[in-house]
T-cell receptor, first 112, second 115 residues
Framework: TQLLEQSPQFLSIQEGENLTVYCNSS?????LQWYRQEPGEGPVLLVT?????EVKKLKRLTFQFGDARKDSSLHITAAQPGDTGLYLC????????????FGKGTKLSVIP | DTGVSQDPRHKITKRGQNVTFRCDPI?????LYWYRQTLGQGPEFLTY????????KSRLLSDRFSAERPKGSFSTLEIQRTEQGDSAMYLC?????????????FGAGTRLSVL
């Protein structure tokens, strides 16, 4: 069974601060996706990474996939209140299995 | 492209009743997935279809749960004899087979409360 551990589980920061969220596993994933979820809504895709060592930037968000494709990180620069939400990482095992394994999520609160 | 649509958004039922949820995927997507999310947890995989064929089922999908996708378009998830432990958000996602990335797009979910 593949597991994804996300840390921290909760994060409360002031507007303008930087933060990093981690997603770790002992298993290799063919791809890893980051989603953001608002209360009462479904997850919304932010990015997909597929290559070990890959770095993707989405405005103030930087995503990295570990060289061994077992871990990933999300870094937010100069956080804003609009960044508040639940951030979920999800890995796809590949090899004919298309289900996503999700972490428990990181609940981020950015205080104005 | 209207995205993944789920109906109803909320369902309240009494223990022992049957409930059915519907999911309409993005029109050109041939893969459809069901997940369940309980409070404080990430979504957990239940089952997946490619066209009308159900190809993967989780051990979470007890015999009280059944999912169908009869024409390879919309899907239904039925829960028979609901229990309080079935209370959760049921999420549907769809993706297009082929290509290097199997990107799954999620609907807004159906929140089930079993009293």
């Amino acid at each position: 069974t593949q597991l994804l551990e996300q840390s921290p589980q909760f994060l409360s920061i002031q507007e303008g601060e930087n933060l990093t969220v981690y997603c770790n596993s002992s298993s290799v994933f063919s791809s890893l996706q980051w989603y953001r979820q608002e209360p009462g809504e479904g997850p919304v895709l932010l990015v997909t990474v597929v290559t070990g060592g890959e770095v993707k930037k989405l405005k103030r968000l930087t995503f990295q996939f570990g060289d061994a494709r077992k871990d990933s990180s999300l870094h937010i620069t100069a956080a804003q209140p609009g960044d508040t939400g639940l951030y979920l990482c999800a890995g796809e095992a590949g090899a004919g299995s298309y289900q996503l394994t999700f972490g428990k999520g990181t609940k981020l609160s950015v205080i104005p | 492209d209207t995205g993944v649509s789920q109906d109803p958004r909320h369902k309240i039922t009494k223990r022992g009743q049957n409930v059915t949820f519907r999911c309409d995927p993005i029109s050109e997507h041939n893969r459809l997935y069901w997940y369940r999310q309980t409070l404080g947890q990430g979504p957990e995989f239940l089952t997946y279809f490619q066209n009308e064929a159900q190809l993967e089922k989780s051990r979470l999908l007890s015999d009280r749960f059944s999912a169908e996708r009869p024409k390879g378009s919309f899907s239904t998830l039925e829960i028979q004899r609901t229990e309080q432990g079935d209370s959760a958000m049921y999420l549907c996602a769809s993706s297009q087979a082929g290509g290097p990335k199997n990107i799954q797009y999620f609907g807004a979910g159906t929140r089930l409360s079993v009293l």
